[in-house]
């Protein structure tokens, strides 16, 4: 008996080519793809089998019946979101969901904005002697953060940050950061729009002056925050490749 189950899929950041290959296969093969049509890029979906939907005006409850059906049906179904699902992905109230309809689901992860973004600006976010922690995290708008997740606290760990789904409230989050006692007007930022999009923007400041500049740029969504010390030019060498150094891990 074939196991009724429904695919979780991580579309990446949006450059078609940073999809996974099992991404990739499971897509081809769809019967129905739900995909999340505010992010992800359309290119993934050229060329399918699939019926496609977009969820960007559906509820939970109109996701759920146009997916559990065909699944019940022997139909192989995609839930595909952007980046990686298991980033602010609004996933887990949909495996609940399948969970009391018995249905499985597996996840299939995906590139999150937060790397591909680090890679654009070419940055490595865990620097020896300066940071080997990475926050992922996003500011309190209209989903509420727990306070002891504030930004001001977790700003005074002095880690790189990876703020997510807030450029549009930039100056409450420089105000935030700097308000965490560690971080000054001169720690380096970065902000990446539409990180691997054909149309992504970089700009480059500190939390003295990166809220002005996202201003004057009319950046207001769809953009990934970058913070920390390690986004500076100060030199460093990890001990990995020394010449003195022994691993039995190293690449």
């Not at 139909?75 to 979101?81: A, E, G, I, T, W």
């Not at 500011?139 to 450029?167: D, H, N």
């Amino acid at each position: 008996m074939k196991t009724e189950k429904i695919w979780f899929v991580g579309a990446g950041p949006g450059d078609p080519e940073l999809l996974t290959l099992k991404g990739r296969r499971l897509l081809d093969g769809a019967d129905l793809v739900v995909y999340a049509g505010s992010l992800v890029n359309p290119a993934l979906l050229a060329g399918i089998r699939a019926e496609c939907h977009d969820s960007a005006g559906l509820t939970l409850a109109e996701i759920m019946a146009l997916m559990i059906p065909a699944c019940r049906a022997g139909k192989q179904v995609v839930r595909l979101h952007t980046g990686d699902p298991a980033m602010y992905g609004a996933v887990r109230e949909q495996m609940q969901w399948l969970a009391r309809e018995r249905i499985a689901c597996e996840v299939v992860p995906g590139v999150s904005s937060a790397f591909a973004a680090a890679a654009a600006v070419q940055a490595e976010l865990t620097v020896p002697e300066m940071t080997q922690t990475v926050i992922l995290t996003r500011q309190e708008g209209r989903t509420p953060v727990p306070e002891r997740e504030s930004l001001q606290r977790l700003a005074a760990i002095g880690a790189s940050m990876c703020i997510f789904l807030s450029v549009g409230l930039m100056d409450s989050v420089v105000a935030d950061l700097l308000a965490g006692g560690v971080y000054t007007h001169a720690t380096p930022v970065a902000v990446v729009a539409r990180a691997s999009w054909p149309d992504e923007r970089i700009l480059r400041g500190t939390l003295g002056d990166i809220a002005e500049k996202v201003a004057a740029a009319g950046i207001s969504k769809t953009a990934m925050i970058l913070v920390g010390p390690a986004l500076g030019s100060a030199e460093t060498a990890s001990r990995l490749y020394a010449a003195d150094f022994s691993h039995g891990c190293r690449g």
